[in-house]
Every structure is written in C-alpha cells, then in structure tokens.
C-alpha cells in the first residue's frame, strides 16, 4: 500500500464547525437576532438580562434551525445556481439527513427555551414561525408561485414580535407594525437581488418575479413596496412607539431607500440589453442599501427606547397609542 494521496483524496475534507454555521445562515441569523432583540428592548416594562438572553438564544437556535430545514430541502436547486452550488449540503460537506436532524432538533430545543425562559406566547409565535418558513415557504410557496418572497416573507418579519412577546406576554399593534415594516420591506429587498440573478432562478425552476413577470414588471413591483415602505416605516410614530429621533431617522432611511428604487425602476436592471454591470449595479446597490436600511432602522428603535431619548412627537394619534 502506498502512503501517497492521490488528488482526489486530497480533495476530501471533513465537515468543519464554519460548515454547520453555514447551514444555519449566519448572515440571515444576525438579522432575525437583531430584529428581536430590538423588539425586546422597545417593549414596554423591564425584563431580566438572564431571561433576556435565554429570549435571544431561542430566537437565534430558530433562525439556525429553520436555515437547516431550509438546506436540506433545497438541496437539489442550490446544486444547480452558481450562488448556493458551495453550500454545505450540495458541496457533499453535509449529508441531508444530518441537516433534517439537526433542524429539527434545534427547533424543539429553541421553542422549548422560549417557553421556559418567556411566555407560552413568545415560544408559540417562535414555533409558528419556524413552520412558516421550513413548510409554507420552502416546501410551498417558493417552487409554486411567483409571489413566493411576498407571502413567505411574513416568516422574516416575525422576530420583533416574538422579541416583543418575550417581554411582555403580548403582541399589541406595535409589535404588528414592527412586523409590517419587515414584511414590505422583504419584496424589494430580494426582487434586488433576483434581478441579476434571474437567470440561475430560471434554470433552477425557481418561480421568482423575473422569471415569471420579466425585470421591467419587477423593478416597477420594488418601486410600489418601496414607496409603501416609507410610510410604513415611520408609522411607529403615530403610536407613540418611535419619537423625533426615530421620525427623523425613518424618514431619512425610507427616502434613501426609495431614492435606490426609483434609479433601479429607471434603470434596465435584468433586462436582456442592459448595459453591462452599468444597470445591475443599481439593483446590487438597493439590496446593501436596503440591509443598511434595516439594521439602522431597528438600531435607532432599540438605541431611542433602551437609552431613554425617546420624546413623544405631536403626531402620536391617542387612540393608537
């Protein structure tokens, strides 16, 4: 027997520990996480740091968890776009039964936490949410319909609410705003990216709205959500939720956000003749502007509530408050 390794046994590698955190999205992780927490500090009330904590890592358990599911579904179309081919379960790193097990596992431990740590309502938003996105929108929606990001958007735009339920014990009409703003801002947010991805989408019998509609209908699709998003995003005020801080910050955000749009709308941005990356890189600038536009959103929210700047504006509607 020979002691030399042949390229191809050189090639092998084991799963390491960063493979296992690529299979829970770190990066959509930070997101959900963030939102939360930011939920949580703009509560009404005081909550423990311990309890806080446990509140957090069950939400961040449910993100992983659900990323999993996620991956072990899509096995077969991440193999086939050039943007998912190096993910974990198509690369070989991880076998799909590994995946399924450890997706699942992680949920009951994250829902488990919640309810201990929290209120049975938190663990059941928690739960309901994991389900959402791992049944309705992977499993459903997102191979049947071209408004797949739309509906199973509303999977993404549930962490504040369950941060806010793990403070409180309830979910009110703040919560549900702080839902809204996520849920109208998902549209814009991944039709930016589909739009020079499309063709991968495509090839893969992936649904999304340029494959199915074509870019013009879908930059004019993120031109109404963005607009949408503007008002959404300041309408914490009303309520009393957001103060001058957090009006004049939306406000900021939401023009910048909606300034990208109307360049990607003018723009041939997917289109057959589009001019090189001179088109596309309006929609790759709205899909940064528009991440930028979400933490810095809920950055103020939590910063304005946890640090005590918040001062009620006149705008605030006493019936909603």
């Not at 999304?208 to 013009?216: R, Y």
């Amino acid at each position: 027997m020979s002691d030399i390794a042949t390229p191809l046994e050189d090639d092998i590698r084991m799963a390491s520990f960063g493979d296992y955190v690529q299979l829970m999205k770190p990066r959509v992780m930070m997101l959900v996480v963030f939102t939360a927490f930011a939920g949580l500090i703009a509560a009404p009330g005081s909550m423990n740091w311990v309890t806080a904590s446990a509140a957090v890592l069950s939400v961040a358990l449910a993100s992983g968890a659900a990323g999993s599911l996620n991956m072990w579904y899509d096995h077969d179309i991440d193999a086939i776009m050039k943007r998912t081919v190096v993910r974990p379960i198509p690369s070989g790193l991880i076998p799909r039964d590994e995946a399924l097990g450890l997706g699942l596992i992680m949920s009951f431990v994250s829902v488990t936490i919640m309810a201990l740590a929290a209120n049975p309502l938190a663990a059941g938003i928690l739960a309901f949410s994991i389900f959402f996105y791992a049944v309705v929108y992977t499993i459903w929606l997102k191979r049947s319909t071209s408004q797949n990001i739309v509906i199973g958007g509303a999977a993404g735009a549930f962490p504040p609410m369950i941060g806010w339920a793990a403070a409180t014990g309830e979910a009110p009409l703040n919560a549900w705003l702080l839902f809204a703003i996520i849920f109208f801002w998902t549209p814009p947010h991944f039709w930016a990216l589909s739009l020079w991805t499309s063709k991968e989408y495509g090839k893969a019998g992936v649904p999304m709205l340029p494959v199915t509609h074509g870019s013009k209908n879908t930059r004019l699709q993120i031109l109404l959500y963005s607009i949408l998003l503007l008002p959404i995003g300041m309408s914490p005020v009303v309520t009393g939720l957001g103060g001058y801080v957090y009006m004049i910050a939306s406000f900021g955000l939401g023009a910048w956000f909606l300034w990208a749009a109307i360049r990607v709308y003018l723009s041939k941005a997917g289109d057959d003749d589009a001019v090189g990356e001179s088109d596309l890189v309006h929609a790759k600038k709205l899909f940064g502007i528009s991440i930028v536009y979400l933490f810095a959103l809920f950055a103020v929210l939590a910063i304005e509530q946890g640090l005590g700047l918040h001062f009620a504006t006149p705008f605030v509607l006493e019936g909603l408050a």
